[in-house]
């Protein structure tokens, strides 16, 4: 199984970006699908999350900015950044839970990373 992040860039603060993360390889379900980011320095934490029903959670400092979705007959998850911010500069990280049989046993698998820059 891998995930394949795509969508990073060099935006303006102000300006949006939209990420996207597919999973390819032997998968009977997904989980949880989630996006992480880390910033020079400082820890990997938890941007956004969305079960395989669409509930969604967000941190603080994207709530109303960031939408995560996802689109199950794909395996993929999105992540629309608006009104980004320098603060919001990290490599962004996917994230899933994701079973290759019918077997209960759940595995992590995460992206390869992609950077996102906000600056003038």
């Known amino acids: 199984v891998q995930l394949q992040a795509s969508g990073g860039g060099l935006v303006q603060p102000g300006g949006s970006l939209r990420l996207s993360c597919a999973a390819s390889?032997?998968?009977?379900?997904?989980?949880?699908m989630a996006w992480h980011r880390q910033a020079p320095g400082k820890q990997r934490e938890l941007v956004a999350t969305i079960t395989y029903g669409g509930s969604t959670h967000y941190a603080d400092s994207v709530k109303g900015r960031f939408t995560i979705s996802r689109d199950n007959a794909k395996n993929t998850v999105y992540l629309q950044m608006n009104s980004l911010k320098p603060e919001d500069t990290a490599v962004y990280y996917c994230y899933a839970q994701i079973r290759s049989s019918p077997n209960p046993r759940w595995s992590d698998y995460w992206g390869q990373g992609t950077q996102v820059t906000v600056s003038s």
């Open positions: 390889g032997t998968i009977f379900s997904i989980n949880v």
